[in-house]
Structure formats: structure tokens, C-alpha cells
């Protein structure tokens, strides 16, 4: 029978995987969206881009496959914010070259996903309430550090 301290760590380990996991999801996602932002019709901007989108998808499964081990050992507060972290990340994904227009909107409401997600983890994980962070930027408030 495990005791609290071991299902305690198993719990640490499997939410800095979904840290992490986020983490690459924003960057994979960032460098996609500034990828477009120079999109050229070139075989040379074809090729970085899926080299980029390539990484994104394989950001998303990695996720998705963490996300499966927060269902497991988490509180389904925790579980859904995560969760909830990925609707945005994956309708981005979908609509960034389609649509960019939509993109501010579904950025700004990753960012938001985002910090829930985090302040979930945080409280799952029994560590004092996380700095501010800003909606627009997705940074932690540097003021309060």
C-alpha cells in the first residue's frame, strides 16, 4: 500500500510533466503563428513550417498523453483546468492559418486557460497562491516578484 508521501510525489512529478507539456504547447504554437506572420511562397518557408507544425503536433500528443496521468492522480478541479487548457490550444492550431483574424481572441483566451491551469496545479500541489499574471501578455507580473 502506498503511502501519502509516495502518491504525494507520483502527484508532483505527474503535474511538472503538465507544466511542462503546456509550456511546449505555447512555444510550438508561438513559433507556428510567427512562422506565418512571414509566410512566404518559397520551398524553403514550406519546409520550416512543417518542421514547425510538425513539432506542434507532436507538442499536442505529448500533452494529450500527460493530460491522461492528471486524470488519474488529480483533483477534478485540477483535471478540468488542464483539461480546459487544451480547447483553445487545439482550435488555434486548427483556424491560425485560416483564419488569423481569430487568432487575438483565441490567444488572449489561452492565456486565460493557461493561468487557470497553473493556479490549479499551484493549489493541487499545496504551493501559495502564484503571482499575477497579465491576460494580455501571459508574463507574471514583475511588480509583485
Known sequence: MWNRQKRWELKR???????????ELNSTLLACSQAL????DTE???????????RYVNATQAYNE?????????N??????????????????????????????????????????LAAIRKELGIDEAPPVSRQSGQVSHDVL
Request: charged share 20%; net charge negative.
Open 44 to 54: 524553403i518557408w514550406k519546409k520550416a513550417f512543417a518542421e514547425k507544425s510538425h
Open 13 to 23: 512529478d505527474v503535474l511538472f510533466e503538465a507544466t511542462k507539456k503546456m509550456a
Open 76 to 117: 477534478i478541479e485540477t483535471v478540468n483546468a488542464v483539461h480546459q487548457f487544451g480547447h483553445p490550444v487545439a482550435t488555434i492550431g486548427i483556424v491560425m492559418r485560416h483564419e488569423p483574424a481569430d487568432f487575438d481572441k483565441l490567444s488572449t483566451q489561452l492565456a486565460e486557460t493557461h493561468a487557470a491551469a
Open 37 to 40: 506572420d512571414d509566410q512566404q
Open 66 to 74: 500527460t493530460l491522461w496521468l492528471v486524470t488519474l492522480v488529480c
